[in-house]
């Protein structure tokens, strides 16, 4: 229990409010905190189960840079005989820098809460309850960002802004360069063309390597549930890969196809893992500082860090449906 603004503990007893049972009779207390407030986090628990790397020595660098391909070399032709060959210099490389964002949370425990919640009368360990409460609290936080559709500058470039195709991303316009956009199409009833166009968008995405294709798809509840019942029972099966990692997932090309509470509504993402990447730096993934006590109050403060930037490396194999209605 918190007392805020420094007020003193205080709760009522006497003849007016307990009586002989109460006083002589302990209550069944459950021995564990149940949640009741925190909501599913499935993207965020997806990107981190298939993180394939993670930034070390953040202190090496300000900030995390992609070189990318964005010119093909013009000089490929054919040629016959003696013909003069195309030796036109070529500067077809460039760089997608992607600045570190950081989240943080407190724990706060007083003197007086320790003092109590101690020995044989405390039902559960309130320090470790409220730093596991704590570290759920930022990956909630983390999870919503990363759908968030007005990203403040500390934030970090949330999915909604890495997958389109107007957005200046990692430095690079993608309005006035193409290579840099997502494969984005404006959808309608799903009922009426929900298949077509997950399949017209999947085969946008995967035009420039048909080995490196879209392997998960996000969308919101009601499409998902518009999605389940257009398939045969048969096909409502889910992997357990994805089940090992907390996810119940139907199926589109035998990829996971999962909702998340914070999808932006009327949309479904396309998205490659091998070009979508959490990346974390070093080891701040809601690491504690460890308690910090003040010299003039008594409690005691431990910070959790976390520190990284959602990043793609390939923005055009990502892609999105928007509009989807019923």
């Known amino acids: 229990m918190a007392y805020p603004n420094g007020s003193p503990l205080t709760f009522t007893t006497g003849p007016q409010n307990v009586d002989e049972i109460l006083a002589s009779t302990m209550s069944q207390y459950h021995k564990s905190l149940v949640d009741n407030i925190y909501i599913a986090i499935p993207t965020l628990r997806y990107l981190v189960s298939k993180g394939k790397k993670q930034i070390k020595d953040v202190g090496n660098g300000v900030s995390y840079i992609i070189p990318v391909i964005y010119k093909v070399n013009s000089t490929a032709n054919s040629y016959?005989?003696?013909?003069?060959?195309?030796?036109?210099?070529?500067?077809?490389?460039?760089?997608?820098?992607?600045?570190?964002?950081?989240?943080?949370?407190?724990?706060?425990?007083?003197?007086?809460?320790?003092?109590?919640n101690s020995g044989r009368q405390a039902i559960f360990n309130l320090v470790k309850a409220r730093i596991d409460d704590a570290e759920k609290s930022g990956k909630q936080k983390l999870a919503q960002a990363l759908f968030n559709t007005a990203p403040?500058?500390?934030?970090?470039?949330?999915?909604?802004?890495?997958?389109?195709?107007?957005?200046?991303?990692?430095?690079?316009?993608?309005?006035?360069?193409?290579?840099?956009?997502?494969?984005?199409?404006?959808?309608?009833?799903?009922?009426?063309?929900?298949?077509?166009?997950?399949?017209?968008?999947?085969?946008?995405?995967?035009?420039?390597?048909?080995?490196?294709?879209?392997?998960?798809?996000?969308?919101?509840?009601?499409?998902?549930?518009?999605?389940?019942?257009?398939?045969?029972?048969?096909?409502?099966?889910t992997s357990t890969k994805e089940a090992d990692a907390g996810i119940e997932a139907l199926k589109f090309k035998g990829r996971p196809f999962f909702?998340?509470?914070?999808?932006?509504?009327?949309?479904?993402?396309?998205?490659?893992?091998?070009?979508?990447?959490?990346?974390?730096?070093?080891?701040?993934?809601?690491?504690?500082?460890?308690?910090?006590?003040?010299?003039?109050?008594?409690?005691?403060?431990?910070?959790?860090?976390?520190?990284?930037?959602?990043?793609?490396?390939?923005?055009?194999?990502?892609?999105?449906?928007?509009?989807?209605?019923?």
């Open 80 to 116: 016959s005989n003696d013909d003069i060959l195309d030796t036109t210099p070529q500067n077809n490389y460039t760089d997608a820098q992607y600045l570190w964002k950081q989240y943080s949370v407190s724990v706060v425990v007083t003197g007086l809460e320790s003092m109590m």
């Open 259 to 326: 909702w998340d509470p914070s999808c932006n509504s009327g949309t479904v993402y396309e998205l490659n893992s091998n070009h979508l990447e959490l990346a974390i730096a070093g080891s701040r993934d809601w690491s504690e500082g460890g308690f910090v006590k003040p010299t003039n109050q008594d409690l005691r403060v431990n910070i959790l860090y976390w520190g990284g930037a959602l990043v793609s490396n390939a923005r055009r194999y990502l892609g999105r449906l928007n509009s989807v209605t019923a």
């Open 152 to 237: 403040g500058t500390k934030d970090i470039i949330p999915i909604y802004q890495l997958v389109d195709a107007t957005s200046s991303i990692a430095d690079i316009n993608s309005s006035t360069n193409p290579f840099w956009q997502s494969q984005v199409t404006t959808s309608g009833s799903f009922a009426a063309q929900g298949w077509a166009d997950l399949r017209h968008n999947f085969n946008l995405c995967s035009q420039f390597d048909d080995t490196d294709q879209p392997d998960f798809f996000v969308t919101t509840q009601n499409i998902y549930e518009y999605y389940e019942g257009t398939l045969v029972v048969l096909e409502r099966y």
